[in-house]
């Protein structure tokens, strides 16, 4: 059976999880884990309602992706592609999933537009 908390405990759990990814990388890689792109978090990197972080990602684009390939999922880290992992095994797809992408597929050299960002906490 997984543990159920209280709509007060998840509030507080994500609100530690979103100070700890303020100022950080939202990193996208495809279902080889190869680096395709990564967007800066703001020093403010979203909001917490319940038990639901939601960055400020809506309408944030990278101006040049790295790679290319077909987004499948994403991680936060303290640098671009690099530095201590906050956050891993998140989903990204065009329609729904933790990381909302306007295209899961990405051409190097292109910009990357995020529609939408959320955590739920379990």
Request: hydrophobic share 45%; aromatic share 4%.
């Amino acid at each position: 059976m997984s543990i159920v908390y209280n709509s007060t405990i998840k509030a507080a759990r994500m609100t530690v999880v979103l100070d700890a990814i303020n100022s950080g990388y939202l990193n996208i890689y495809d279902a080889s884990s190869v680096f395709l792109a990564a967007v800066p978090l703001a020093s403010t990197a979203g909001t917490v309602s319940g038990g639901v972080l939601t960055l400020n990602a809506a309408g944030m684009t990278e101006a040049s992706a790295d790679a290319s390939g077909t987004a499948a999922s994403a991680t936060v880290t303290t640098t671009k592609n690099g530095g201590t992992v906050l956050l891993s095994g998140l989903t990204v797809s065009s329609t729904s999933g933790d990381i909302v992408l306007s295209s899961t597929t990405i051409v190097a050299g292109s910009p990357v537009t995020f529609t939408a960002a959320s955590i739920t906490s379990g």
